[in-house]
């Protein structure tokens, strides 16, 4: 094998982080001591770094096979996760494949095929039947939030990917919950597990109750965002009909929200969390999909309109806010019928005032490019273009997320007509291209 080096150093600068935390150091020395690793550790804790990094010191420069293979539960989580090692910086190859992505475009980039895959266990188990992915150089293997794949039914496909990869060595499963029993199916071999949960929330979190008259509990749902201000904001709902129903209510009110859920298709989601990313909402109307593996930064609030139905759920849900050295807080709207769940033991009363305003409206709007990494589009591309043709300033262009086949950019909202005026006949890269206000 030849020898893989590589810089810590200049991974973590990459990131704009100084150190590992204690968890990532831990996870280093375990996986060079032991095949098969169980890492428990808290959402926002940085279990990504943590399971990478023991991957890239076995990957081998001189091998131009597949050797490491990551199974995921939602294809926001792959896709997140491969930005991290794209991120890392390592010179090797990696790919992307999950539900929702146009298989072809799976099957030219597995032609060549990558150091590293990631995926969700449903288009993994479909490549694998196809013989699209060769497993003979596979040793590693990562069951990144494990518990919820198994949660979701893939326990089928998992047992065929694990079945599929015969040379199997080294064996790599993360959670956010302890609670989850480990199939024999997975075939660890004395595995050491590495348990950095400590079963409290956040000290940054808080935590408050707030009562609401009626049964629905819309009213009162508004009347709180309103009180909360223009701050960044997720709202957990139980069911997907009702996702829809409390965002199209909240529109229907001056509330401008995106929502996101199971059932809408790719660009859909990419849309709806692009907008939330980038302030062209505050408000993320969402059910359970959006608790785990979502890595979206500064979240002020997160409001359960519906109880949780588990204390597991609970935590994942107040994982996307109070991460790192951040605070946030997490709100659960009671209806008269409904308790404080018994695992909450301290939370504050709070009551809105008698009047409330509408929050200021976004600055913010978000322009969709009809072109993206396949072709040959990307974010330096979209910058020259908006400033050259659309006459933007630097501070005028907010986030931009480029995907295979489109991409999102936030603009400011008092720049947007103008501009879309001004390059409506321009093209990107010799190539006339659709550009609008996104859906």
């Not at 599929?164 to 071999?189: D, M, W, Y």
């Not at 109750?209 to 201000?229: A, H, M, Q, R, V």
């Not at 999909?289 to 979206?296: Q, T, V």
């Not at 609030?301 to 107040?318: A, D, V, W």
């Amino acid at each position: 094998m030849a020898e893989n080096t590589y810089s810590i150093g200049k991974i973590l600068s990459n990131f704009k982080i100084e150190k590992l935390n204690e968890m990532q150091l831990a996870s280093l020395e375990a996986n060079k001591k032991h095949n098969d690793v169980i890492l428990l550790s808290a959402t926002g804790s940085g279990k990504t770094l943590a399971f990478l990094l023991p991957i890239l010191e076995l990957l081998d420069p001189s091998n131009n096979k597949t050797q490491a293979l990551v199974v995921v539960p939602s294809r926001e989580l792959a896709l997140q996760i491969e930005q991290v090692f794209k991120t890392m910086s390592t010179g090797f190859k990696v790919t992307c494949c999950y539900g929702g992505h146009l298989r072809e475009t799976e099957e030219n980039n597995l032609l060549q095929a990558p150091a590293l895959i990631i995926g969700t266990a449903g288009r993994l188990a479909d490549h694998l039947r196809r013989g699209n992915i060769q497993t003979d150089n596979i040793e590693t293997l990562v069951l990144d939030e494990f518990d919820k794949s198994i949660e979701l039914g893939f326990q089928e496909e998992m047992v065929f990917i694990i079945e599929s990869i015969k040379n199997l060595k080294k064996r790599i499963l993360t959670s956010a919950t302890g609670a989850a029993e480990i199939p024999a199916f997975i075939g660890l071999q004395e595995p050491v597990t590495l348990n950095f949960l400590t079963g409290e929330e956040p000290a940054a979190l808080a935590i408050q109750i707030l009562k609401s008259d009626g049964k629905d509990k819309l009213e009162t749902l508004f009347n709180l965002i309103c009180y909360l201000g223009n701050r960044s904001t997720i709202i957990f709902c139980n069911h997907r009909e009702a996702v829809e129903r409390t965002g199209a209510f909240l529109s229907d009110r001056g509330i401008v929200n995106v929502f996101y859920h199971g059932a809408l298709e790719q660009p859909e989601r990419d849309a709806a969390l692009c907008k939330f990313r980038n302030g062209t909402s505050n408000v993320l109307v969402t059910t359970d999909l959006a608790s785990r593996g979502l890595d979206i930064p500064n979240i002020r609030y997160i409001i359960h309109y519906h109880l949780p139905p588990n204390e597991e759920t609970f935590t994942h849900r107040n994982g996307r806010t109070a991460r790192m050295d951040a605070s946030g807080t997490a709100i659960l709207i009671l209806s008269p019928e409904e308790n404080v769940p018994s695992y909450i033991t301290e939370a504050e009363a709070i009551e809105l005032p008698g009047t409330v305003t509408l929050p200021e409206k976004p600055k913010w709007s978000t322009l969709f490019i009809a072109a993206g990494k396949k072709d040959k589009v990307n974010k330096v591309d979209i910058v020259g273009f908006l400033t050259h043709k659309g006459q933007l300033k630097k501070e005028d262009i907010g986030l931009i997320e480029v995907k295979d086949f489109f991409s999102f950019v936030g603009v400011r909202k008092v720049k947007v007509g103008n501009t879309l005026e001004m390059i409506k006949n321009e093209k990107i890269k010799n190539k006339k291209v659709k550009i609008d206000v996104a859906k």
